[in-house]
């Protein structure tokens, strides 16, 4: 498990998601997600993140036009996009681009980093060893599992600013250095799928699905590698 600070951590600044969804998104992962409850605080590392554009991308949310459902990623960015999927999950976005344009990234998966016995009762988790690596890779491994750790839901968190000191929803900045990044295609999607948006830590082990069938998908969504030390 990384390292992690709480007095190091910096809120992000606006211009860092007055961008293209393709930019934020490899520069994103090794940020944190804040989760305040009172006194308690939750976190976790972004270790992977899809992007979604705007209308010449079938698969966002953005392509059907501005609705009062979708409304938050049209902007302003730093805003929370929270929505029910399946009926049964919420999932995490940030928008991103200039106000006006549509454009926002998908947090898939995070690494719990803090907070990590409140994650495991929000997920019911509570009796397993959570020493256990993998035990913790189950925690955040996942858009849903990610924000049932967290308590995010629709109701409390849509249209949130993430970017605000007086919010208990806050994406940070404690320093960490991401090495290298793997980009392949997205993942349950049938529309837009050849497009690589998909970004992730490559050497995290908190990535969602098992590592068998994360390998055998970048190899064939073709991934790539990219350097950043952001």
């Known amino acids: 498990m990384t390292e992690f600070k709480l007095d190091k951590a910096r809120l992000l600044r606006r211009s ?50 501005r609705t009062a459902r979708n409304d938050v990623i049209f902007g302003p960015p730093g805003y929370a996009y929270v929505y029910f999927i399946y009926g049964v999950y919420y999932c995490l976005n940030i928008s991103c681009m200039p106000e006006g344009d549509a454009g926002c990234v998908l947090i898939r998966a995070l690494e719990p980093i803090a907070g990590i016995a409140a994650m495991a009762k929000a997920r019911q988790m509570q009796d397993l060893d959570l020493k256990s690596s993998r035990n913790l890779q189950k925690l955040a491994s996942g858009p849903g599992k990610l924000c049932e750790a967290l308590d995010i839901t629709r109701q409390h968190d849509n249209a949130k600013d993430m970017l605000s000191p007086d919010s208990d929803l806050q994406v940070v900045d404690d320093g960490f250095k991401t090495g290298n990044v793997t980009v392949t295609s997205r993942i349950g999607i049938t529309k837009s799928a050849e497009m690589p948006l998909r970004y992730l830590i490559a050497d995290s082990l908190f990535i969602s699905g098992k590592q068998t069938g994360y390998r055998r998908k970048e190899r064939g969504a073709r991934g790539k590698q990219l350097n950043h030390n952001h």
């Open 16 to 65: 860092f998601f007055n961008r293209d969804p393709r930019e934020v998104s490899p520069e994103l992962l090794g940020k944190i997600i804040l989760r305040r409850q009172g006194r308690k605080v939750l976190a976790g590392r972004i270790v992977e993140i899809e992007a979604y554009l705007g209308a010449d991308d079938a698969a966002a949310h953005a392509a059907a036009g």
